[in-house]
């Protein structure tokens, strides 16, 4: 049982990503799965989730830039960053959950991918 994130990179203030987790080991469409981030000397910081009935919640911050997709057939997570900010960089980690469960230090996480905006 493992996720895998991909994705990641360095783009200028404006720019766009598209992050992958695939999901191995379990039926990901059984469940919650959320994306949930880390920046340089802060803690875990939920981002986004879909349930497995595609309803989907963002975090403030990033509502109306950032969205969530799931490809079931595929075993595969998504979150399109658009309009990205300096402060969105992060190291960006998918999980197993919903928005509460994502954050539980024993929840099912990657090992991420890293995102730096800068110009």
């Known amino acids: 049982v493992q996720l895998v994130e991909s994705g990641g990179g360095v783009v200028q203030p404006g720019g766009s990503l598209r992050l992958s987790c695939q999901a191995s080991?379990?039926?990901?469409?059984?469940?919650?799965m959320s994306w949930v981030r880390q920046a340089p000397g802060k803690g875990l910081e939920w981002v986004s989730s879909?349930?497995?009935?595609?309803?989907?919640g963002y975090q403030d911050s990033v509502q109306g830039r950032f969205t969530i997709s799931r490809d079931n057939s595929k075993n595969t997570l998504y979150l399109q960053l658009n309009s990205l900010k300096t402060e969105d960089t992060a190291m960006y980690y998918c999980?197993?959950?919903?928005?509460?469960?994502?954050?539980?230090?024993?929840?099912?996480r990657g090992q991420g991918t890293q995102v730096t905006v800068t110009s």
């Open positions: 879909i349930s497995s009935s595609q309803f989907t």
């Open positions: 999980a197993r959950g919903d928005r509460t469960a994502s954050l539980y230090a024993s929840s099912l």
């Open positions: 080991g379990f039926k990901m469409g059984l469940w919650h």
